[in-house]
């Protein structure tokens, strides 16, 4: 823990080290007093895993079973995009003897691991087929002049402000497919067998049940949306382009960052949109303000309701678990469109 709190010092500004390094000088005697930190004498787990935010944390829950400590940077009700980690958590990332991350997704965790951690390194953007922004709406050339014109001003509005997160040219939010959360988890057993590799078997016939039971979500979402009376989605942000394989799609208010403002031209588009395809729903999340949504849908004359980007843990009985999360999903989807 001293080494960990050292490095911290020597990556923080000189405000920051003049207060760790108070708390270093009393870790330092705090250890020398009892003789022994942590570790299996505390009862906690010798192997620790970090991962970068929700999804990403129930895969490796998954996959590495009980003997595994695994912990969240992202705390519960936290927006991913906005992560900023404190002293407590890039500790965790020093400490972590697996890490799994998306390149590009947060790009204050990307600086931890590039600074401070020597574990086996996880990577989402690797591990999973990402689709291109250009790939975000194949498979709709039948589509409305007002879609069309939708997109359009979305475009004009990315290219000329941007948002900051730093996604590049890939959509990040492959966590709503469930085939592509599949292949994350053969990845993670991968990386949890390099560090422990009498428990590789293990770790892969983790992965082989949680695929099975990805591959039924995957069906329901087939059956489910096969049949619908409209198949355009209006929602806060692009978050969902990768469900557009089940023959959905999806127009984002804002970009894809959720915060991102969008200009009175999108808005306009949008109204255009909701009026030419009979869409009754304009849907809010659950991690950002619903005040986009509110409005748009006030000015339309339609419902809103809740689609969840599942970037954070849920609210009820079934908060944290993805499958329960996605099936919400799915009915809401439903519901909206007529299916």
Same mark, same amino acid.
Do not use: K
């Given at each position: 823990?001293?080494?960990?709190?050292?490095?911290?010092?020597?990556?923080?500004?000189?405000?920051?080290?003049?207060?760790?390094?108070?708390?270093?000088?009393?870790?330092?005697?705090?250890?020398?007093?009892?003789?022994?930190?942590?570790?299996? &004498?505390?009862?906690?787990? %010798?192997? !620790?895993?970090?991962?970068?935010?929700?999804?990403?944390?129930? +895969?490796?829950?998954?996959?590495?079973?009980?003997?595994?400590?695994?912990?969240?940077?992202? !705390?519960?009700?936290?927006?991913?995009?906005?992560?900023?980690?404190?002293?407590? @958590?890039?500790?965790?990332?020093?400490?972590? %003897?697996?890490?799994?991350?998306?390149?590009?997704? !947060?790009?204050?965790?990307?600086?931890?691991?590039?600074? +401070?951690?020597?574990?086996?390194?996880?990577?989402?953007?690797?591990?999973?087929?990402?689709?291109?922004?250009?790939? @975000?709406?194949?498979?709709?050339?039948? !589509?409305?002049?007002?879609?069309?014109?939708?997109?359009?001003?979305?475009?004009?509005?990315?290219?000329?402000?941007?948002?900051?997160?730093?996604?590049?040219?890939?959509?990040?939010?492959?966590?709503?497919?469930?085939?592509?959360?599949?292949?994350?988890?053969?990845?993670?057993?991968?990386?949890?067998?390099? +560090?422990?590799?009498?428990?590789?078997?293990?770790? @892969?016939?983790?992965?082989?049940?949680?695929?099975?039971?990805?591959?039924?979500?995957?069906?329901?979402? &087939?059956?489910?949306?096969?049949?619908?009376?409209?198949?355009?989605?209006?929602? &806060?942000?692009?978050?969902?382009?990768?469900?557009?394989?089940?023959?959905?799609?999806?127009?984002?208010?804002?970009?894809?960052?959720?915060?991102?403002?969008?200009?009175?031209?999108?808005?306009?588009?949008?109204?255009?949109?909701?009026?030419?395809?009979?869409?009754?729903?304009?849907? &809010?999340?659950?991690?950002?303000?619903?005040?986009?949504?509110?409005?748009?849908?006030?000015?339309?004359?339609?419902?809103?309701?809740?689609?969840?980007?599942?970037?954070?843990?849920?609210?009820?009985?079934?908060?944290?678990?993805?499958?329960?999360?996605?099936? @919400?999903?799915?009915?809401?989807?439903?519901?909206?469109?007529?299916?």
């Amino acid at each position: 823990m001293i080494l960990t709190l050292l490095r911290i010092v020597l990556m923080s500004s000189l405000a920051t080290r003049s207060r760790v390094l108070p708390l270093v000088a009393a870790g330092a005697l705090l250890l020398a007093g009892c003789g022994t930190s942590g570790g299996a &004498s505390d009862g906690g787990s %010798d192997r !620790q895993a970090v991962a970068a935010f929700y999804p990403l944390a129930w +895969v490796t829950e998954r996959v590495a079973g009980e003997d595994w400590e695994v912990s969240n940077l992202t !705390q519960p009700g936290g927006e991913p995009h906005d992560l900023e980690l404190g002293i407590a @958590q890039t500790a965790d990332l020093d400490e972590a %003897d697996v890490v799994v991350f998306e390149h590009e997704f !947060q790009p204050a965790v990307d600086e931890a691991i590039d600074n +401070v951690s020597d574990a086996v390194v996880v990577d989402a953007a690797e591990a999973v087929e990402l689709r291109s922004i250009e790939e @975000q709406h194949e498979g709709h050339a039948e !589509q409305s002049e007002d879609e069309h014109a939708a997109e359009e001003a979305h475009a004009e509005d990315d290219a000329a402000e941007d948002d900051g997160h730093g996604h590049g040219e890939t959509d990040p939010h492959f966590w709503q497919d469930p085939l592509l959360m599949a292949d994350l988890a053969d990845a993670v057993a991968e990386g949890l067998a390099e +560090v422990d590799t009498e428990g590789a078997a293990t770790y @892969q016939a983790n992965a082989d049940e949680l695929r099975a039971e990805l591959e039924e979500l995957d069906a329901e979402f &087939s059956e489910g949306l096969a049949r619908c009376e409209r198949d355009t989605v209006v929602v &806060s942000h692009e978050a969902f382009g990768y469900l557009e394989r089940y023959g959905l799609h999806f127009v984002g208010i804002a970009g894809l960052s959720p915060d991102a403002e969008p200009t009175p031209a999108v808005i306009a588009e949008l109204e255009e949109l909701i009026a030419s395809e009979g869409i009754t729903t304009v849907f &809010s999340e659950r991690l950002a303000s619903p005040a986009m949504a509110e409005s748009l849908a006030s000015d339309t004359g339609v419902e809103t309701a809740v689609l969840d980007p599942i970037e954070g843990p849920g609210e009820g009985d079934d908060a944290s678990d993805y499958v329960a999360l996605m099936q @919400q999903n799915l009915e809401a989807l439903r519901r909206a469109n007529g299916c």
